[in-house]
Structures are given as C-alpha cells and as structure tokens.
Nanobody
C-alpha cells in the first residue's frame, strides 16, 4: 500500500526555520514526482514546491521563493522541504503528494490535481 507520512511541523516564531520530511512506504519514490502543498483555514490549497523524480526540475510558489528549498534523498525514500525565514502567513497544514505521469510543464504548474497519492499533513504554525 502506497503511503506518505509527513513530519517536522510545529510551532515557530517569525524568522524561524523548520524542515519538513515526507517519507514513503510501500513504494519507491525514485519513480515519482513529489509536491508540497499547503492549506490554511478558509483558503484554497496552494502548491508550495514541486520536484521532478530525478530532482532536476523544481518549482516554487512566488510566496516562498528564496526562503524554502525542496530536496529529495531517494536512497532514504524521503523528500524534504527546508523552510527558512518563516512568516505568519506560512501557517497552514502542509501536505506532500506523489505523482507518476506528470510532464515537465506539469512540474512547473505544481498543481495538486496532478498528484494522486497524498499524506495526512503536518501542521506548521508561525506565531509572534
């Protein structure tokens, strides 16, 4: 059974950092493109960052460029989202998702409807 488990969320003050992890079980991440998405209360789901299966193609939302970094360690079957200089508006539930048949343009769109397998999410709360 394909399963994704996010971890690393928590409470942090503005300017702080967190590293989210997305661990896969039941399948090998090597073959999948991965996206990080977030949803804040009352807001639509937003694509935060996406990475191609070989790590060569990445996409960041304008709101996180220069602050967040997506990476993957296929040997550990894990994808990471390093989040620095966190802001109040980064508060949300963060989800990772895996997709198989996504074109390079699709990676660039970083849209959730192209990803079939989702984790349960991890809460990130930035408070002052």
């Amino acid at each position: 059974q394909l399963q994704l488990v996010e971890s690393g969320g928590g409470l942090v003050q503005p300017g702080g950092s967190l590293r989210l992890s997305c661990a896969a079980s039941g399948f090998t991440l090597d073959y999948y493109h991965i996206g990080w998405f977030r949803q804040a209360p009352g807001k639509e789901r937003e694509g935060v960052s996406c990475i191609s299966r070989n790590g060569g193609n990445t996409k960041y939302a304008d709101s996180v460029k220069g602050r967040f970094t997506i990476s993957r360690d296929n040997a550990k079957n894990t994808v990471y989202l390093q989040m620095n200089s966190l802001k109040l508006e980064d508060t949300a539930v963060y989800y990772c998702a895996a997709g198989f048949n996504i074109s390079p343009l699709g990676i660039g769109r970083c849209q959730g409807n192209e990803y079939a397998n989702w984790g349960q999410g991890t809460q990130v709360t930035v408070f002052s």
